[in-house]
């Protein structure tokens, strides 16, 4: 029997290869259209990169083109100088007012008067002045005489202070952290020691307080030591006549009166003693007695009268 086949006709197998072309073609043209996308999306990410390489680069220079300004340095000044005067006196009540003018203060005042033979009138003057203030001072002082020597010592403290208020900001939060678990705490054990711990905080937090106080007020203000010494040596004054015969009188006044407080020491004992004085006088008195009597009695034969 035979067989037969059906062909298809022509028109459909031309729709069939319209068909084919048109998904072969999309499917060829969705990856080219990927590639240019990602070149285009890799090509704008390196304009980025080299933008902001370019932008870095110019703060970088900028940043470089202007230095940080840096704090001055906290110094605690400190200086010496020793002048050679006419009158240590006078020089003293010009240094008076030379801290006055300059709104400083006195800290100490040694003056040495001369006491023997070839000795100088000197006196050490320590004085405290606003730092500002410290090379117009040391000018004026200069003034008064001629200078010996002079020396001015610097001591850099910035570290210091850095670290003291470093420290001071750490246990200020501290602080008002442990100030938040007291007020959420329930327990009253939780409480106490909280509470103990915030204590010790805040005692640290005045420690350094002070120690930062301090290291500031020794930076705001300079201290000065200065040395007068009178220009020549004084020899001791030759006293009078009249204070000789003052000292006479009082050295034996005072010497009747140690004597006359000595005799009144020796009868005060006597008195004391007075009862034993007189058991052992009686004593001896009854001994003597008892002597007298215990020697037998010599007789002795009565004178003959012979008459002539």
Known sequence: MPISIKLPNKSALVMSALLGSVIFTSCASVPQQSKQQLSQSTGERALNQEALANSTGSVAQKSEAAPVPQSRPQLIKKATITVIVNSVDQSIDAVSK?????????????????????????????????????????????????????????????????????????????????????????????????????????????????????????????????NLEAAVSSSSPQRGLGSQIQETWNNSSHSVGEFTVGLLKLAIWLMVYSPYFLVLAAAIYGLNRWRRNSQPVRTTPPAENYDG
């Not at 003291?164 to 938040?180: C, H, I």
Request: glycine share 4%; charged share 20%.
């Open 98 to 226: 030379i801290i006055n003018n300059k709104q400083g203060d006195l800290i100490g005042l040694n003056e040495r008067q001369p006491t023997r033979e070839n000795t100088r009138h000197t006196a050490s003057i320590t004085l405290r002045i606003p730092q500002n203030q410290l090379d117009s001072t040391l000018d004026e002082l200069a003034k008064l005489g001629t200078v010996g020597n002079r020396n001015i010592t610097a001591e850099d403290v910035s570290n210091q202070l850095v670290d003291f208020q470093a420290r001071l900001t750490n246990l200020r939060r501290t602080e008002a952290n442990l100030q938040k678990i007291m007020d959420r705490s329930g327990s009253v054990r939780d409480v106490l020691s909280v509470a103990q711990e915030l204590s010790n905080v805040r005692q640290s937090i005045e420690q350094i307080n002070a120690q930062l106080k301090n290291l500031q007020n020794q930076v705001a203000y300079s201290t000065i030591t200065l």
